[in-house]
Every structure is written in C-alpha cells, then in structure tokens.
C-alpha cells in the first residue's frame, strides 16, 4: 500500500481502488465499512470485540470466502469493480492531528478487510 492511502489493482481493464478515506475523503467512493453491507461483521477488541487487527481481517476472510457469502461476492463483483472502495482502518496507535492522521504502523494504514474484498475483485483468490 501507498503512503498515501491509496491500494490499486487492475481487474481486467478496470481500476479498483482502495483507499484509507480519513486521509482520501469520501468523494467518489463506494464505502465499506461496518455499516455498509460489505462491512467487516467481526470487531476488534478496541471496539469491545474479540478480534485483534490481524486476526478480525482473517476471521473476515474465512467469512467471505465461506459457500454462503457466494452471492455477496457476486454482488460485490457486479457493484464494486472498478470502484474506489473506502474504509476507515488505520493502524493501531494512531492518532488525529487536526484533519491529518498520524499513523503508527510504518506510515501506511493497517490491515484492512477491504483488501480481501480487492483481492476477489482482482482475481487473486476466487
């Protein structure tokens, strides 16, 4: 990922993005938080889950790729691709200054389940 916020992959001819909306805004993007319905349904124990980082992204992974998330999937292939996909994930530590983030994991936001979600939009893992 980008110092910017910014994770790009080509799905075919088309560009999905994934971007860090803190940092990118939310203009122009398809948000995937917890609210939406691609939202990652597992919550880290800093949100009163059970998860750490890491962990809550896998146990989404597992989710996602489960038989029964098979018409999500094809929801989001038909919704998603070509997109700019917005989350709020930033790295553990990390703190606002003003509008500005100051990010603690080696200055790029932390693991997201957007990435499994760029991924499958890319092909990597169907």
């Known amino acids: 990922m980008s110092n910017d916020g910014v994770q790009a992959t080509l799905t075919g001819d088309v560009e999905t993005k994934l971007v860090n909306v803190t940092r990118y805004g939310r203009s122009g993007v398809r948000m995937i938080g917890r609210s939406s319905k691609y939202g990652n349904p597992f919550k880290m124990e800093k949100d009163g889950g059970e998860y ?4 809550c992204v896998e146990a989404f992974r597992e989710w996602w790729y489960a038989d029964e998330q098979a018409d999500l999937r094809e929801q989001a292939r038909e919704e998603l691709r070509g997109e ?11 703190r606002y200054d003003g509008d500005e983030p100051i990010t603690a994991v080696d200055g790029e936001p932390a693991v997201c389940h957007g990435e499994v979600i760029l991924e499958y939009l890319n092909g990597e893992n169907e």
């Open 52 to 55: 750490t980082r890491e962990s």
């Open 84 to 94: 700019t996909l917005g989350c709020y994930c930033l790295g553990e530590g990390d």
